[in-house]
């Protein structure tokens, strides 16, 4: 099982300071109702590191990757039970989390 980040969807938009790795990062979400989309902002220090969208599978700032600026370690929304294969506003935080990959199972 992987290491969860902890997401309280009824406070949507909010945000909170996490250590990833040895950097601390500030992630802050956000939904849009009508696309039932969540995103994420990453920052670090007064940096907007990026906003991404949290798609199913895929790699949180992936595409944006910068060596030294993100945390090291793959993010990503999946279920592990393998019951969904989207995010929804049901399922997130229920089947679905925000997972780390930190090499460890």
Do not use: Q
């Amino acid at each position: 099982m992987r290491d969860r980040i902890p997401i309280k969807k009824d406070l949507i938009p909010y945000g909170f300071d996490i250590i990833l790795g040895s950097d601390k990062f500030n992630l802050r979400f956000a939904y849009n109702k009508a696309a039932d989309l969540f995103t994420c902002r990453l920052k670090r220090g007064n940096e907007i590191l990026g906003i991404d969208a949290l798609i199913y599978g895929v790699e949180l700032f992936g595409d944006i990757y910068r060596s030294g600026s993100f945390p090291m370690m793959r993010i990503e929304p999946i279920d592990e039970s393998d019951e969904a294969k989207e995010i929804t506003w049901d399922n997130f935080t229920h089947t679905v989390f925000l997972t780390i990959d930190n090499g460890k199972d």
